[in-house]
């Protein structure tokens, strides 16, 4: 499932009506171990997403030839990628 979209109230196939009505007894407690300092010592903290990259991208809007665009794509996948590479060399 994609994490940006959201599930659908009805794809849950969960009864929430229960979940809801359902009232934690304390035996249920002593399944959970206690929390303490250590743990929240070596807890680590992950915040998600793409790491910051050194060389980060710019879009632009550049208007090339026909032609030209139609050769790098025939060279396979990662095309935009080596005429990106080929384009840094140009002094």
Known sequence: ???NKRALRHSLKSDLT???AH???SEEYEELPELTDDMLT???INKGGRPVSPNPRKLISLRLPVDVIEKWKATGAGWQTRMAE???KVQ
């Open 18 to 20: 229960r979940v809801d």
């Open 86 to 88: 080929r384009l840094s």
């Open 1 to 3: 499932m994609n994490a």
């Open 23 to 25: 009232v934690v007894r």
């Open 42 to 44: 070596r807890a680590k």
